[in-house]
């Protein structure tokens, strides 16, 4: 589905995705720009949903090659999160038209609070540590149980699925944040991409906006990466946590005010 937008208002978002695509790179959270973006320029709902999609897709991808090309992602070690985060993210969208999602909502300023206390709190593993958990059968169940469920999430709602991606990545695994953050924006694509499938499917998609952004997040994706491989942990923590804790006050008015 198309929509007629003027230059300046496509210049404006397009902006506002280059801001996404840098923020999201690092610490997940740009669809909070981007959704209320597409929204005030006057698509509805499904269609800035659908669209969000699309120039999602192009940032996440550009920011998993990023850390990728850096050594920093090991899609060997991580394949079964590949195939679980597609099949969660799959039914995931598939079960949103016929759930309610109004519990949903109150629930997840609850849960991201409590990603952003944790991450306060919890002494993060050394910069230097850069190695990859053994290979366990545990590391095997949870990563399908990560995948699983964080994938079902970002399909079913989506809101701060960077965010827990990184979280529970170093809680799970013991990896330092510069890893994690690799995981995330890969499995952040993955999930994109199936939820951006059903999306096309439905014909809820701008393709000319979605490109256009996806372009600027893309370059913002990039610049992005890049700054946090080159300052890593000290740089990502503060700007993990201050997205965070603005995804939790968004939900949290929006639910509970």
Known sequence: MELALSYDVLAALAAVAFIAG??????????LLTIPALLTA????????GTNKLAATFGSATASWT????????????RRSFIATFIGAMIGTLTVSVVSVDWLDKLLPLLIIAIAVHTLLTRA???????????????LRRQWGQGLSIGFYDGFA????GAFWTASSMVLYRMNILLSSGLA??????????????????????????????ISLMIGAWIGAHSAIRF?????????????MLIAAKLAWEAWL
């Open 67 to 78: 850390f990728y090309r850096k050594k920093l992602f090991d899609p060997r070690f991580w």
């Open 158 to 161: 989506g809101p701060g699925t």
């Open 125 to 139: 593993p050394k910069e230097e540590q850069h190695q990859l958990p053994t290979r366990t059968p545990s590391i």
């Open 42 to 49: 006057g698509l509805p709902p499904h269609l800035a949903l």
């Open 22 to 31: 840098f923020v999201d790179a690092i610490a997940g959270g740009g669809g």
């Open 232 to 244: 890593g942990g000290r740089f990502i923590r503060p700007v993990f946590i201050t997205m965070v």
């Open 185 to 214: 924006r890969t499995m952040n694509f993955i999930s994109n991409a199936t939820s951006l499938g059903f999306f096309i499917a439905l014909g809820s998609v701008n393709f000319s906006l979605g490109i256009t952004m996806g």
